[in-house]
């Protein structure tokens, strides 16, 4: 595609944000919830669903798998009583990473599944090992063939005590889903804590599983012989709320979002207090107001898993943090190439100095209008963060088809909130 024919955002910056957003709910909790719907005979809908292209091509997966599915409104109505097997298609499989959460739940319910390799931001290595190690621990035989995966349990799974090689998000989902059918109980050590498996369990236990520990390091589930439909929202979107959060803090705005988990935030909210950001909460609410003339600090944050700072906020903050006064050192400790935004940024006058996974920010640079691509869904929502906020100029933020897997509504989100933003 040309780059003329390709949609941008051109984004004039130097607008304070102001006003009240209610954010969306978690795409990260949709994906997990969509795939544990398979689980059961019976419908479920799911409610507060964000509209975004990889929630789209999770129901695109499903129906290829026999489930009816529809997308009205935010919510998402699941019938899954002609799931047979199956396996998704290899283009979708390879368009998201979420595509291999259908691995746990086909192999539960009917002891066979198989998916092509998935896809997702190229963002660093991102092995399977922990869900196949899950997976054969449950019993099943697992092969890896030319990238597919084909997995058969012909008399089904037992529970089995798995400790995690890694705390990986979608390899604990993956298991979650397919323990819950085991014969018998599983413990899952080294679980993944984030809170998005917090709203996958509480679904699974909604529909009838008995699940204990989600959320902390151990998680207990004693198999059940099947499963409910159930009615379930999502969380809040942490990441989306965090992302609003920055911008509204690099433009120095007075913001107050609402419909949000403030207690899934704290390691946000801590490096904003240390930067020179007070964040108030209230109940389901965050607002910023910060003085136009103040001075940010330049402090140091590590991408982490869960509780630690989210590695989605990583490119978000490191926007913010070009604009405070000193050096910052950011260290992306999750995926080993996700620092791709930083020769965008230095397009946008930033001032960085990175090797390998950590980058020195010298600030403050006052930021001015470029064109910038982003190369995955947060590095794009960085740039964007970044744009708004220069100082002077027009800017053209590239990648659009990376922002919309992964964020409903960003650019009007910020238009609302004043910012001179528009897609061309
Ligand atoms: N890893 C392994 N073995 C595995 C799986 C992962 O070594 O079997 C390693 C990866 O290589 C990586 C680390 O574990 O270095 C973290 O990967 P994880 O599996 O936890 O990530 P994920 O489950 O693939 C989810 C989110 C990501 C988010 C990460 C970390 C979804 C659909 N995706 O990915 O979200 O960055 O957890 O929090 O839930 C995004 O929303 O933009 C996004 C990329």
Known sequence: MSAEAEAYLRIAG?????????????????????????????????????DIEDVHRLIEILKTLGVEAEFHGNEVVVRPSGVCGGSPPDDLAASLRASFLVMGPLLARTGEASCG??????????????????????????????????AHAPRGLRGATIVLDYPSVLGTE???LAAVLANGRTRIVNAAMEPEIGCLADMLNAMGARISGAGHHTITVDGVERLSGVVH?????????GTLLIAAAATRGDVCLTGVSPRHLEALLSKLAEIGIDVQRGDGELWLSVDSEAELTATNVQA?????????LQAPITALLTGASGISMVHERVFENRMQHLNELRKLGANIVAGGSVS????????????????????????????????????????????????????????????????V
């Not at 931001?121 to 092969?143: K, S, Y």
């Not at 982490?304 to 989605?312: I, N």
């Open 304 to 312: 982490l898993p869960y509780p630690g700072f989210a590695t989605d």
């Open 14 to 50: 130097h607008r304070r944000l102001t006003g009240e957003i209610r954010v969306n709910g978690a795409k990260n909790a949709a994906l997990p919830c969509l795939a544990a719907a398979l689980l059961s005979d019976e419908p479920s809908r799911i409610t507060r669903v964000p």
């Open 174 to 176: 993956n298991l979650l």
């Open 360 to 423: 020195a920010i010298n600030g403050p640079a006052a930021l001015s209008g470029a064109v910038v691509r982003g190369t995955d869904i947060r590095a794009t929502a960085a740039l964007i963060v970044a744009a708004v906020a220069a100082e002077e100029g027009e800017s053209r933020v590239y990648g659009m088809r990376h922002l919309a897997r992964g964020y409903a509504d960003l650019p009007a989100q910020l238009a609302a909130l004043g910012a001179d933003i528009e897609r």
């Open 233 to 241: 929202e999502l969380i809040p979107d942490r990441i989306e709320t």
């Open 117 to 150: 390799a998935p896809g997702g931001d190229v963002i660093g290595a991102r092995p399977l090992d922990v869900h196949l190690a899950g997976f054969r621990a449950f019993g099943a035989q697992v092969d890896s063939v030319g990238g597919r995966t084909i």
